[in-house]
């Protein structure tokens, strides 16, 4: 059956580094797009990246463009999110899903999620 793991989370200082990977298994990544999305406590789960595996186009929260990286692994088939410069407003639940389409932040399967704490 589809399953996405979520790991990498944890305590960090703004300006800070974290690397996220989203292990999937029951189906082929190349075959999918994958998303990673954020919830913090009292607010709306939002997008923040997202990637087709087969292409390797990929998409971006704007307010985290230029500072999150995402990337696939197809071998290991992993997803991988590497969060740069981090700041006290990324500080949230992060989940990885499986996207219907790339460009389109619907899913179907997604993970138990990540908690990244980013403070000083």
């Known amino acids: 059956q589809v399953q996405l793991v979520e790991s990498g989370g944890g305590l960090v200082q703004p300006g800070g580094s974290l690397r996220l990977s989203c292990k999937a298994s029951?189906?082929?990544?190349?075959?999918?797009?994958i998303g990673w999305f954020r919830q913090a406590p009292g607010k709306e789960r939002e997008g923040v990246s997202c990637?087709?595996?087969?292409?390797?186009?990929?998409d971006f929260l704007d307010s985290v463009r230029g500072r999150f990286t995402i990337s696939g692994d197809n071998a290991k088939n992993t997803v991988y999110l590497q969060m740069n410069s981090l700041k006290p407003e990324d500080t949230a639940v992060y989940y990885c899903?499986?996207?219907?389409?790339?460009?389109?932040?619907?899913?179907?399967?997604w993970g138990q999620g990540t908690q990244v704490t980013v403070s000083s």
């Open positions: 899903a499986r996207l219907i389409s790339f460009g389109f932040w619907d899913y179907d399967y």
């Open positions: 990637i087709s595996s087969l292409s390797g186009n990929t």
């Open positions: 029951g189906f082929a990544l190349e075959n999918y797009s």
